[in-house]
């Protein structure tokens, strides 16, 4: 298929930059401790990674997404960003290529976005951790928009860099971000190998899905040098 001449690439945070797993699931252990709840293993709650820390915490009380006590979710909440503030890159690592990624569509003039669910504060603390905020033009997190699938933070993005959506590539490994950029308009790029279930994340039908981000420079390359 004949891809889009990207003019910004947008990245999924967690599961797609970094593996983030241990770091919030100790944030969520001291959170369900904190309110009369056994923890859970990491790999327990990295499956609820991917709509949103209240989300997730709902699901790791066993409340069910749509109906959850509100009030408890709330006061685990307090408790997770705490937890999570307190040391948000501890245990978080680079996924496989993501540094070359960013790098590779730097070199290239894109202007690179994050488009999360993760919570801002909680988003912008491992950023600014790592010192890396400087590098999106474009940040939208939990609580700036609505949530992935929706396809709104991606036309957010699209309307603050004043670039059409039709050339925004998004880059992440769960079904929302698919979902979010084919309701949008964009180019849908899946990464296998992050937090969420393969099989999910192909039913949501990318446009385009690859191994990992170490794939991703030599595509812009060849993408860069044959489109118009």
């Not at 009030?71 to 978080?92: K, N, R």
């Not at 309701?183 to 099989?199: D, N």
Request: with cysteine; proline share 7%; hydrophobic share 50%.
């Amino acid at each position: 298929m004949a891809f889009p001449r990207p003019k910004v690439v947008a990245f999924d945070l967690d599961g797609t930059l970094f593996d983030s797993r241990a770091t919030i699931a100790r944030a969520c252990n001291r959170a369900l401790v904190a309110v009369g709840h056994a923890p859970k293993t990491e790999a327990e709650i990295a499956t609820y990674v991917g709509d949103g820390v209240r989300l997730l915490l709902a699901r790791a009380l066993g409340q069910p997404d749509q109906n959850y006590k509100k009030a408890l979710i709330e006061g685990a909440y307090v408790h997770w960003l705490a937890a999570y503030m307190a040391y948000p890159a501890d245990g978080t690592t680079w996924m496989p290529g993501a540094q070359r990624a960013l790098d590779a569509c730097e070199a290239a003039g894109l202007p690179l976005a994050l488009v999360t669910n993760k919570a801002r504060e909680a988003t912008l603390g491992l950023l600014d951790t790592l010192e890396i905020r400087h590098r999106f033009a474009a940040i939208v997190a939990g609580g700036d928009d609505e949530l992935k699938p929706s396809p709104s933070p991606i036309l957010r993005v699209a309307r603050e860099l004043s670039l059409p959506v039709a050339n925004l590539w998004m880059i992440g490994d769960g079904p929302q971000d698919v979902r979010a950029a084919r309701s949008a308009g964009a180019f849908a790029v899946a990464i296998r190998g992050g937090f969420a279930k393969e099989a999910a994340v192909i039913a949501a039908e990318p446009h385009l899905t690859l191994e990992s981000l170490e794939q991703l420079p030599a595509l812009l390359e060849s993408v860069l040098s044959t489109s118009p």
